[in-house]
């Protein structure tokens, strides 16, 4: 008796900001991995797989709201369910 549930479609561009337009909360049901040239990062919160890059937190900077500043990374972006 296991649950089969499909798994939707991980769109070209997604965030893990709830307040982002591009934050679809069914793809967080599941775990997702990004690859950024051919290594797996965990500290990705948004990503473009069209334009090539990720956004990652910086660790030490904030902007004016408390919340971290992102930095942008480029390179060959891959998204895929674990």
């Not at 690859?35 to 910086?58: A, H, M, Q, T």
């Not at 408390?66 to 060959?76: A, D, E, N, R």
Request: hydrophobic share 35%.
């Amino acid at each position: 008796m296991t649950d089969t549930t499909s798994q939707p479609a991980l769109p070209d561009r997604l965030s893990g900001n709830p307040r982002s337009p591009h934050h679809v909360a069914a793809c967080f049901e599941f775990n997702i991995g990004i690859r950024l040239n051919g290594k797996e990062r965990f500290d990705v919160e948004e990503y473009c797989i069209s334009e090539g890059w990720v956004k990652i937190p910086s660790p030490k900077a904030l902007d004016r709201r408390g919340q971290p500043l992102l930095i942008t990374l480029k390179g060959t972006v891959e998204a895929f369910y674990k």
